[in-house]
């Protein structure tokens, strides 16, 4: 008898010490805007799509031991960038995640090369964060302005919307935004009229708006996001740019800047995302999870925090194979070789230059009398697949890439 | 059509008419302002928060009482007016004896908390109130097309305004309301109960951004951030108006939203700094601002 209870001892010491030799940790920091215009796209409610994705990755790897932090960065790339340093040198943080703007998140990458962390941008758009500014420790993973600019600029051309004003954010994010859009709607036979460049946070649109309708051109193409988007859409619908001929182009918009609209200001606008709550099943489930763990039963995830999710289920697989998460280049290039597969995005890739590809939707918002129920908010135009929703590899001059 | 620097003559008629409508929040908020340095020497910093709470208030009827616009536009000025006089009676009474910058102090915490508080249970998105059905669409005046809505701003903007400018400085109200802040022992001596008067007046002046706030839903995004993106603005307005100058406040304030209109259309990229660059100008030149008398 004593035999057996010292065996089992020893076989449990072994079975424990081979537990701890496998025993993975990894620390995430969710940097965000917390308290501002863009803390409904990202904030509290990514860091409650990162807790979801560590919950149901332990679950399953219960030797990765992830522990989580979330920080503020104000929309300022100063304080983004002095939370990122302080971060991977005192808190010793391995990855850094969401960070909507383009300002912040461009800063942060920077910092992430230098100390070969891991930087995985869900809430940022600039593409040039996989394309002259590319490098091997960042992963662009939701969306970007090339892929927004293609979705609906493209697809408004293509359907007679052939002359365009932009309204345009006046930072790296809305004139990315403007760029690429211009370049969509020129290669596709359209003509951009004029633009005009607002301030970030403007509350009155209606001047810029009397150029826009001066200009005569057909789309109207809001370069901006959040507050900003909002702003321009509602006094639109005052000034009766719609009445009038003029069709608004959401080139990024979200659930929730639909959710303020309202359906009866919004309806008709046309946008791309690359996930939306209500598409299938298994979003629609993870939905009313993230519902409980955000402690919001009225709000929506945006594509942004389901980007969040998607992108440390993963990272964690990487780390996982490598049984480390120290080296932020190889785990980066280790999530590069592996295919991408989770409940949210489906099966995808991660191609050289940092760029996560997956299918995008053009999506449509309806009228008051379409939707259903709460946050029955698109009908889904048209599917665009991964291959084409994203900007070429030789066109984004990375130097990654090109050498 | 002839053109001005460029810019056909009809947009910038356009463009001065926009940019009068803009002015017509500035007064109505710095008119607020005014009223509340003038007569209790306090520097309302949770104005902002105030007007975002009118607008708040009017979302919150509409969803949960079914009171529409126009009631709305009674009816929560005077529920955030008198959340106001609570602050007022609870908190800022004890301050008056004390430096300005207590008051500030205090007011500029209550605004980062309302704000919060508004941010945790609604968000930060915004949200949904459309224009009242019976002042949609607009008039096409030929060289811009003008909706009823905004027509309707400029002209409750300007009646409340004068309003309160003739009780101010013309009324026997408005006399007395003076004089107490002169010398309130002297006014006392006469029977008035001062205190209470100074608290309505706060009350008064909340309920003032709590009105812009309403006017302000079906046109601006409705969301916690709305008052605190104005409100340096127009603490700008005040400063440059003359701290305390009811005429300075809604003059300036109707001038400053017509010159940050034009900057639209010449130099949009500077049309939210214009309005410091003017107020460093005129602090420069007056100190005490354009309508400001030198204490």
New interface residues.
């Given amino acids: 008898m004593k035999r057996t209870i010292g065996l089992t001892a020893l076989a449990v010491m072994l079975a424990c010490g081979t537990a701890s030799a496998q025993q993975v940790n990894v620390k995430i920091g969710v940097l965000s805007d917390m ?7 990202g ?1 509290a409610g990514s860091t409650a799509a990162a807790k979801l994705a560590i919950a149901d990755f332990t679950k399953a790897n219960p030797n990765v031991k992830v522990e989580l932090i979330s920080g503020d960065h104000q929309n300022k790339p100063d304080i983004g960038s002095q939370l990122a340093n302080q971060w991977y040198d005192v808190d010793k943080v391995d990855l850094i995640i969401d960070t909507p703007n383009s300002g912040v998140a461009l800063a942060v990458s920077q910092i992430t090369t230098t100390k070969n962390k891991i930087f995985i941008v869900s809430g940022a758009a600039a593409s040039d964060l996989t394309g002259p500014k590319c490098n091997a420790n960042t992963i662009h993973w939701t969306y970007d302005t090339w892929m927004l600019a293609n979705g609906t600029g493209k697809a408004l051309v293509k359907t007679g919307g052939d002359t365009w004003f932009f309204l345009t954010a ?1 930072y790296a994010f809305g004139h990315a935004l403007e760029r690429d859009t211009a370049a969509a709607v020129e290669k596709n036979g359209g003509k951009v009229l004029g633009k ?4 970030l ?4 649109f ?3 708006l ?2 826009a ?2 200009s005569k051109a057909k789309i109207i193409g809001l370069a901006n996001a ?2 900003d988007t ?2 321009a859409i ?2 639109g ?4 740019i719609v009445k ?1 001929g003029q069709k608004f182009a959401g080139l990024l918009v ?1 659930a ?2 639909v ?4 359906l ?2 919004a309806q008709g606008l046309t946008l791309t995302e690359t996930w939306y709550w209500d598409l299938n099943d298994a979003n629609r489930a993870w939905t009313k999870r993230w519902q409980a763990e955000r402690g ?1 039963a009225g ?1 929506f995830p945006t594509m942004v925090q389901a980007g969040v999710y998607s992108g440390i289920t993963h990272y964690l697989k990487a780390v996982v194979a490598l049984k480390s998460a120290a080296d932020g280049k190889a785990v980066v290039a280790q999530m590069k070789n592996t295919p991408t597969d989770d409940a949210l995005f489906g099966k995808g890739t991660i191609r050289a230059d940092g760029r996560k590809l997956h299918p995008a939707y053009l999506l449509e918002v309806k009228a008051p009398s379409e939707s259903k129920y709460p946050g029955d908010f698109y009908k889904v135009r048209a599917t665009i697949p991964a291959d084409e929703a994203f900007r070429p590899l030789k066109e984004g001059n990375c130097p990654l890439v090109s050498g | 059509m002839f053109e001005i620097f460029g810019i ?1 003559s009809t ?1 910038l008629f ?2 001065l008419l ?2 009068l ?2 002015g017509s929040f500035y007064a109505l908020l710095s008119l607020g302002l005014a009223v509340i340095f003038g007569m209790l020497n306090i520097i309302n910093f949770s104005h902002g928060a105030q007007y975002m709470l009118g607008a708040f208030a009017a979302y919150l009827l509409l969803q949960y009482s079914g009171l529409g616009y126009w009631p709305a536009l009674i009816v929560a000025p005077v529920l955030v007016g008198i959340t106001g006089m609570i602050v007022e009676r609870l908190m800022l009474q004890w301050l008056y004896k004390l430096d300005h910058l207590y008051g500030l102090l205090l007011t500029f915490g209550l605004a980062l908390i309302i704000e ?1 508080v508004a ?1 945790n249970y609604f ?9 009242p059905e019976s002042l949609r ?2 008039q096409n005046l030929g060289f ?2 003008l ?1 009823n ?2 027509a309707w701003v400029i002209v409750a903007s300007l009646t409340i305004c004068f309003g309160t400018w003739f009780v101010i400085e013309r009324t026997r109200l408005g006399a007395n309301l003076r004089a107490a802040t002169e010398n309130p022992t002297l006014v006392r001596a006469f029977g008035i109960n001062v205190p209470r008067m100074i608290t309505l007046t706060y009350g008064f002046g909340v309920a003032l951004a709590a009105f812009a706030g309403v006017m302000a839903a ?6 916690p ?2 008052g605190s ?2 409100i340096i603005v127009v603490f700008a307005v005040v400063v440059i108006g003359g701290m305390g100058s009811i005429l300075g406040a809604i003059i300036t304030g109707f001038g400053l939203g017509v010159i940050e ?1 034009l900057t ?2 010449f130099f ?2 500077a ?3 214009v309005i410091f660059v003017i107020m460093a100008i005129v602090l420069l030149v007056r100190p005490a601002g354009l309508f400001g008398r030198r204490t």
Avoid at chain 1, 259 to 262: E, Y
């Fill in positions: 308290s501002s215009l863009y803390s409904d796209i904030g006046d005009v460049r607002h301030p946070n403007t509350n009155d209606s001047s810029f009397l150029q309708q001066a959040g507050g909002i702003n509602k006094s619908a005052e000034f009766g009038g979200f929730s800047d959710n303020a609209l309202g009866a200001t919001a709000k | 056909p947009a356009g463009q926009i940019g409508i803009n919060g941010r968000g930060s998105a915004g949200l949904p109130y459309t224009v669409g607009g811009m097309f909706p809505y905004r079906p046109v601006y995004n409705v969301s951030q709305m993106e104005l209109g639209k259309v949009p990229e049309s939210n700094t």
